[in-house]
Every structure is written in C-alpha cells, then in structure tokens.
C-alpha cells in the first residue's frame, strides 16, 4: 500500500476560518488520516485543536463554534514520513518565541534532519518531537536575531534540502511556501475577499473559492492585512520537479494540481498504455478505486468493454484490526469483493495504476483465480517503482519495493498473471503537460535533492535511542 505526506489548508480574513479550515480538511482527507490539527488567530491570542484519527473524530461544534475563535486558520491533517504517530507529533507545530505566536503545517519531508538536528542540539536546542518540522522552527528561531519573519524564514530555507510546502501562521501574517524544486502542491484560491491556501483544488471546490494559481516554486506568500505579498526564497534558477505521484496516484481525481486536471491525466495514462500494451480480452475492470479512471482511459482507447467487476465496501474504517497475517488477507478481502457471474470463463483486464510490493494484488488475483477466471493480464499506469521515495511517500527502502529486486515476467508469476506491462517512463510523460516537470526518482534512480545517509521515517527515534 503507498500511503503519503499529508494536507495542508489555510485561510485569512474569514469570520468562520475554523469552519472553513475543517471543511478543508475534510476535502484532504484522502491525504492522511493518522491525525488532524486547526490553529486560529484572533488578533491577540492563538488557540489550537489537535488530535488523533479521522477530521470528523477530532474536531466538534464545541471547537469550531466557540473555542477556535479567529479570522485566521491554518489546518493539517498528517500521515507521518518523518516521526512516529502519535499526538506530540501531530500539526500544525505551535510555538510561541519572544512576542510571536508561531504555528507550522508541513507537507513533505527534509533529508538533512539529523544533520541540522545534530548541529541545533550542540548550541543549545530543545526538541519536544521526532518530526523534521520542529528543526524548520528551531531555525527560523535562531534566524530571528535582527531579522524579520520573512528574511528568518528565507534563511532557513537555506539551510533545509528535501521536500516542502508550508503554511505558517505568525501573529497576524499567514505565511505560504513552496521549495525550490516544488516537489510539493500548494494552490492559491480567493473566497470573496479572503485569500485561502491549499494542497490540492478540491478543497475550494467545497468552501466554494475560486482557484487563483499555484504557489510556484521557490515562492513565499505573505498575507497581511488583507494584502497578498510575493517574493523569492532563492535566486538561483532551480529546475521544476514536481511529484509525479500526485497526478498518477495521490490526488484527488477532481483536483487541478500542477494547473494538470488530474482526472484528465489518468485518462490519459490508462489510453496511453492501450496503445502501448494491447490485450485480446473480454473486458477491462479497475480495482477501485485508484485504477477506475486509468481504466476508463484504456477502454475507450482500446474499444474494449469496462466493467466494475471489483466491488468496494466503502465502510470498512481507518481502525480496522489485523493482528495476524490471517487477519490481514481478510481485510483485503473485506475492502474488495469481485462479482462471481463476472469472473468465470473470462479473459479479464485488470488497469491497476500502481505497485509497489505486490502483495495486496496478489490475494486478489487469486481470488479471481479461484472464481474461474480464464486469463488474468495486467497494465500498470505508471513505470515499475525501483528506487525509494525520500521526499514524503512511505516507501523509503529498495526492499520494500517489487520492482526493485524482480525482472517484470517474474513478479507476473509472483502475482498470478499471464502477462502484465507498465507504462513507459516516455508514455507517462507523453500523458502529462508539462513534459520536463517533474521527478521521476522513483521510476529512474535520478534524485532532484541527492538523499543523505540514515533517511528514513523513523531515522529520529532510531536517533534518540541511541542518544538517550
């Protein structure tokens, strides 16, 4: 399974901005659902609400009601690629140094931590949590000297390499940023006369904003008193590499991110590969919901019929328990359930837009198996995932990763298929716009920001055993 980073949204001017910010939220909840937290400023005191689990379960009318007072907000929802899951790790990262009221949400993920973190604890610094945001803070602190909240930032952006897009809240300012390479989405909307930042569109389609732009790479946005301010974070000229994963898997089908529509994208994938990978099959079916629109593409390029032959039990939770392997080949049953009268005597294909270690897939092509299928061959809508993700999504190790260890005709017999092709690196980038755009670490090994020595998600609890 991938899971990834995490949703931002922010909001500035709104006399409801704890409402909006968890309608928000709730729009981005596909983003993570390990925790959620909402932070409001009222133009004197900061008050903030955090927690564990699902939007709906952390937050009330109690909160957005009465105690979340303010006309500015920031929200997060997380799935952690830095730091363990539990509340102390939990967004946005409030803290309160000299007379600012600073509060941080973070999407993405930093691959010097320990480095910086080593260095900041030698002259001094206390850390509360194992999450790369909290050195972000500490060096905007140690920058402030002097210095305003945009150049502290600035020069701590300087010293970060990795993955971010940052909403910060600082008083009376709401802070928005992307890094150089814009690894990260961030879009910029407007509610009447409210400015409203967010991680992907379809979080304005819900509150009803209109999408103005994305925040581009390497910008920082500063809203104040109404007023929207733009400025670089560096001058020297960066290439784009845009998450590639957002389009294929990540983001919502009904967002634009990238200015890309997203559903238009898989569509694109999936006709793509029809041409490159056709089939002499009965039907093309998705398993739901993340190959249905890949699929769609395929069908309608290949002429071939498009049944939902995969039914999705759309109320098993977020806490369903697995404590044995048992266990867990049953949940993977209980999310999905082929249809019988479908299945048997036919030559079915399946358009999965993704794997990773392949596992999941190959309970339910046995099932399939066992219900008669005659043939079961598959297309991938993205290329085979070779190498780790060190910028936010949770597969951080070669050995996690089928592709990176099997010759493709071999993970087909490891899954139980009679053939299976993914997508050319050349024929993702032919269904996408921006041609040039984008990081493709993943699938080619090229790393925007070279990866430093003891990355990974759990890297600062392995450190503060060791240390302490």
């Known amino acids: 399974m991938k899971r990834e980073y995490c949703g931002l949204f922010g909001i500035y001017g709104h006399p409801e901005a704890a409402r ?11 983003r993570g ?27 009330n009318e109690r909160h ?37 009221h600073l509060a941080v949400a973070h999407n993405g993920n930093l691959v010097n931590t320990l480095e910086l973190r080593h260095e900041l604890e030698n002259e001094g610094s206390i850390f509360q949590t194992t999450m790369d945001t909290e050195v972000f803070v500490h060096l905007i602190a140690k920058h402030m000297n002097g210095s305003t ?33 814009g690894l990260r989405p961030l879009a ?14 379809c979080a304005f389609d819900l509150i009803e904003a209109e999408y103005m732009r994305q925040v581009e790479p390497g910008e920082m946005i500063v809203v104040e008193g109404g007023r929207l301010t733009s400025m670089r974070l560096t001058d020297v000229p ?34 793509t590969l029809a041409r490159e990978a056709p089939v002499d099959a009965d039907f093309v079916m998705p398993f739901p919901d993340s190959g249905n629109y890949a699929a769609v593409g395929y069908s309608q390029e290949s002429g071939l019929p498009l049944e939902l032959a995969m039914i999705r039990n759309h109320y098993v939770g977020r806490t369903f328990i697995q404590p044995s392997q048992d266990m867990r080949n049953f949940s993977v049953r209980v999310k999905l359930n082929p249809v019988r009268s479908m299945i048997e005597g036919k030559r079915i294909l399946i358009v999965e837009d993704s794997i990773v270690r392949g596992t999941t897939i ?17 297309r991938v809508s993205c290329p085979a995932i070779r190498f780790p993700c060190f910028y936010g999504i949770d597969f951080s190790s070669k050995g996690e990763l089928i592709a990176a260890n099997n010759p493709v005709a071999d993970i087909a017999r490891f899954i139980g298929l009679d053939s299976l092709h993914y997508l050319s690196i050349p024929g993702l980038l032919d269904s996408v716009t921006e041609k040039n755009a984008h990081c493709l670490a993943c699938f080619d090994g090229n790393y925007p920001i070279p990866p430093c020595d003891h990355q990974g998600k759990l890297c600062l609890e392995a450190e503060s055993k060791v240390t302490g």
Request: glycine fraction near 8%.
């Open 149 to 181: 909240i945009e150049e502290a930032i600035v020069k701590a952006c300087a010293r970060i390499k990795g993955a971010y897009s940052l909403l910060i809240l600082v008083n009376n300012k709401l802070i928005a940023l992307r890094d150089p390479h």
């Open 20 to 30: 909006m910010t968890y309608f928000g939220l709730y729009a981005l909840q596909h």
């Open 188 to 201: 910029l909307g407007r509610l009447n006369d409210n400015y409203v930042f967010a991680s992907e569109t």
């Open 362 to 378: 190959r309970t339910r092509v046995k099932k399939l198996r066992e219900l008669g299928a005659r043939e079961i061959h598959m």
């Open 238 to 271: 960066t290439p784009k590499r845009q998450c590639i994963f957002e389009l294929i898997y990540f983001a919502r089908p009904d967002s634009l991110v990238f200015d890309e529509g997203v559903y238009e994208r898989r569509k694109a994938m999936g006709a």
């Open 64 to 100: 957005l009601g009465k105690e979340l007072k303010g006309n500015v907000a920031v929200g997060h929802i997380r799935y952690s690629t830095t730091g363990v899951s539990l509340i102390r790790n939990a967004q946005p990262f409030l803290v309160r140094f000299k007379d600012m």
């Open 33 to 59: 659902q390990e925790s959620a937290g909402i932070v409001t400023w009222d133009g004197s005191t900061i008050r903030e609400q955090r927690g564990m689990g699902l939007v709906h379960e952390v937050f």
